[in-house]
């Protein structure tokens, strides 16, 4: 089986069959870096390129791990100043990067929309690492891969998603994710954090972090801006604290052996108590190592995986 | 010879109540008569003979008085390589439409006699439609200080308008509605609510939550709306809004116009032709501002122009650039070329039953003169013989190359359309002319 398209832009344009394509792959790669030699000769001779131009440590990281371990030449460019303020537009830098001859381009944009604008004029695949607020599809997959590996399966799961997720490209993804994969996911956040018509794309809503999170199997914690507060999405941020923070006493609402997730970097005490993120019931650290696995199944696949 | 005779064409002029095959007569630029066999009686009369007519056949088309689109945006000065008072003309004459009249946010803002008078000498070299400026309401648009407005209109202006930006200072907008009106001008008023828009690049729905973009909700809308109808009310004076696009706007003007308030409005044809689902794909072509609605907000807006809430359909033509187009979609500018799409996108409010064809009619040539008090949007004779003559079972394909608009930038790319105007007369001169 192969994916249907040549990108990867988003969870959304996915079949259930994809996903558990990639899923697959990306358990096989596991072993991969388990290994003393961490790399397999895949990729060899060809050229991954790391757009990144929005600061990302985490994914950028990943992504080149991934790249080099299946040995190929990954190069990163990386740009904190937006396409507009270069003067060079992202369909210029498109044009100049399709000239070198890269054989996948990775992208990371503070636009939604931009990987759509690369794979429109680019002959070799785009893998969208992140663009504004629409989606983050690898995130997306590693946590699926995490609950897979933690939980045997998805389809029936309860999942909160907690946090505001009317920004977050990582509540989109995994909604998509989620729902296809037939789990039942709640969003909880402050109203102002909410989307319109979120739940139309179904999930349940509410505003109380207690009743998200009462009976469930996953509870996925994201990460709040602070500059958020400026635009009066809410009061403070110790008032979000004290209502949105999973910590010791409101977890045991949750399920007996429920998994906390987050996609990274925490705001210790803000999202997620200490004693919380670094217990027994966190698997942060696995959705990292398998963010590795993801990512090397996906240059795989749309490079013609042989 | 400048007599011109238009043979057998229904003609059909609001103004007068008239719908029939008839002639129409075109003598001196203008109209000298309208009537069945103008032909017959000319050659009848001793002074007349066939030779002094040219004469066009225009059976089974449809004779209107001239079309105006009160709300264009022609770019010049400042912005000519998006498009040119003369670019600008060709797409309007092509368009089926006599005049334009153009909005100030040029560079520089048209503020003051010397743009204005630029424009209106401009628009004269290229001869091809009346082009009648309209004069911003602050200078710059900044919206702190008046224009003014009394040389503005000496000067040629026919209404004042921030378009583009609201007048967020309400008390300048009191102002501006007093003074405006003792002069006999329309204020046209962009209806936003900065502080609810800012940021959002779509409408504030489903489309926006799923595509993660920041939304414009239907309420930075209706909050100036309401506003503006409360100055206006308060005045006693005449306001018109531009661009109509929620279902919310729709009903505050009908409750004011049914207290009396002095309001009219106009909508564009994309704000009853496509919702926000046309961005799904961020196709940066389907962003305008406002931006496209829901379908709540589409049956709404046709009620309205059923019912006469909104007395006008304007294009609010906004040429862009490709390179203004070509970018991530927060980053890409608003608008939509439609000054060569807005009649056929219009005419199929007539095929669904929306309105009649005299209806549309009136809503884009009657209504437009009548709100910004300009002499035309009639058949009568003696009037400027501004005529647009329509083809209404022409279907055609909106082709980027067949615009004349320099702006490329339109969603109804690629669409099949039906209605177009074939020939376009402008004081009696024949500007246009499909082939
Ligand atoms: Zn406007
Ligand atoms: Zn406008």
């Given at each position: 089986m192969k994916l249907s398209k040549k990108d990867l832009l988003g969870i959304r344009d996915l079949t259930v069959e994809e996903i558990n394509l990639i899923l697959e792959t990306a358990e096989s790669f596991i072993e991969v870096s388990t290994r003393d030699i961490k790399k397999v000769p895949t990729l060899r001779g060809k050229t991954v390129i790391n757009l990144f131009l929005e600061a990302s440590t985490r994914t950028r990281t990943s992504f080149e791990i991934a790249g080099k371990r299946l040995s190929a030449d990954t190069i990163n460019i990386s740009s904190t100043t937006s396409s507009i303020v270069k003067g060079e537009t992202l369909i210029d830098t498109a044009r100049n990067l399709e000239a070198m001859n890269p054989d996948v381009i990775v992208i990371r944009h503070s636009a939604a929309g931009a990987p759509q604008i690369l794979a429109r004029i680019m002959k070799q695949p785009i893998i969208n690492a992140g663009d504004g607020a629409h989606e983050h599809?690898?995130?997306?997959?590693?946590?699926?891969?995490?609950?897979?590996?933690?939980?045997?399966?998805?389809?029936?799961?309860?999942?909160?998603?907690?946090?505001?997720?009317?920004?977050?490209?990582?509540?989109?993804?995994?909604?998509?994710?989620?729902?296809?994969?037939?789990?039942?996911?709640?969003?909880?956040?402050?109203?102002?954090?909410?989307?319109?018509?979120?739940?139309?794309?179904?999930?349940?809503?509410?505003?109380?972090?207690?009743?998200a999170i009462r009976d469930a199997d996953i509870i996925m914690m994201l990460r709040i801006q602070t500059e958020r507060q400026q635009e009066n999405l809410f009061p403070s941020l110790r008032e979000y604290a004290n209502y949105f923070c999973l910590n010791g006493e409101n977890i045991k609402l949750a399920k007996d052996d429920v998994l906390v997730m987050h996609p990274g970097p925490i705001n210790r005490g803000v999202e997620i108590?200490?004693?919380?993120?670094?217990?027994?019931?966190?698997?942060?650290?696995?959705?990292v190592t398998n963010g590795v696995a993801v990512r090397m199944a996906l240059l795989y696949l749309l490079t013609g995986g042989k | 010879m400048d007599r011109l005779l238009l043979r057998g064409g229904r003609i059909i002029d609001p103004s007068q109540n008239i719908d029939g095959e008839m002639d129409l007569l075109i003598e001196g630029g203008k109209i000298a008569a309208i009537g069945k066999d103008i032909y017959r009686s000319g050659v009848d009369s001793p002074k007349t003979s066939v030779a002094d007519f040219k004469i066009l056949d225009l059976l089974g088309m449809v004779v209107a008085p001239g079309l105006i689109d009160m709300h264009t945006h022609l770019r010049e000065p400042g912005f000519e390589y998006r498009e040119t008072i003369r670019t600008g003309s060709e797409a309007a004459s092509h368009g089926g439409f006599t005049s334009v009249a153009c909005m100030p946010n040029t560079r520089p803002v048209n503020d003051n006699r010397s743009v204005t008078e630029f424009i209106i000498r401009r628009a004269a070299e290229c001869n091809l439609v009346n082009v009648y400026p309209i004069a911003a309401i602050s200078r710059g648009s900044k919206g702190v200080t008046m224009t003014e407005f009394w040389d503005l209109k000496n000067a040629g202006a026919v209404a004042f308008s921030d378009d583009g930006k609201p007048v967020t200072n309400s008390a300048l907008m009191r102002r501006a509605l007093e003074y405006a009106s003792s002069l006999d001008m329309p204020i046209i008023s962009h209806c936003e609510d900065v502080s609810l828009s800012a940021g959002g690049t779509i409408n504030e729905g489903l489309v926006s939550t799923e595509l993660g973009l920041a939304g414009i909700p239907d309420v930075a809308e209706d909050v100036m709306v309401a506003r503006d109808i409360i100055i206006s009310e308060f005045t006693g004076t005449v306001l018109h809004i531009a661009h109509v696009s929620t279902a919310g706007a729709v009903r505050l003007i009908r409750d004011a116009r049914e207290r009396g308030v002095k309001v009219t409005a106009e909508t564009a044809p994309h704000y009853f032709s496509l919702t926000d689902e046309a961005v799904k794909e961020f196709d940066t072509n389907a962003k305008v501002y406002p931006p496209l609605r829901s379908m709540e907000d589409i049956i709404a807006i046709k009620e309205g122009l059923r019912d006469g809430t909104i007395a006008a359909i304007a294009s609010d033509h906004a040429p862009h650039a490709i390179t203004d187009k070509e970018v991530e979609f927060e980053y890409a500018a608003s608008g939509i070329a439609g000054l060569e799409t807005a009649l056929a996108l219009s005419l199929k409010l007539v095929t669904d039953g929306i309105l009649t064809l005299n209806q549309l009619i009136e809503k884009m040539s009657a209504n437009p003169a009548r709100i910004l008090h300009i002499p035309k949007g009639t058949l009568q004779v003696g009037a400027d013989a501004d005529i647009t003559v329509i083809d209404l079972e022409k279907v055609w394909t909106v082709d980027p190359h067949g615009l004349r608009s320099k702006g490329k930038n339109s969603p109804f790319l690629g669409w099949t359309v039906k209605g177009k105007a074939i020939l376009t007369i402008v004081g009696g001169g024949i500007k246009h002319r499909e082939t």
């Open positions: 599809p690898t995130q997306a997959l590693l946590d699926l891969m995490t609950i897979r590996a933690k939980k045997g399966k998805v389809a029936g799961l309860k999942v909160a998603i907690v946090g505001d997720i009317a920004h977050s490209r990582v509540a989109r993804s995994n909604i998509y994710g989620l729902t296809k994969m037939g789990a039942h996911v709640t969003v909880a956040g402050p109203a102002t954090m909410m989307p319109r018509y979120i739940d139309r794309m179904g999930v349940t809503v509410c505003y109380r972090l207690e009743e108590a200490p004693e919380i993120a670094d217990g027994p019931y966190s698997v942060i650290l696995d959705q | -």
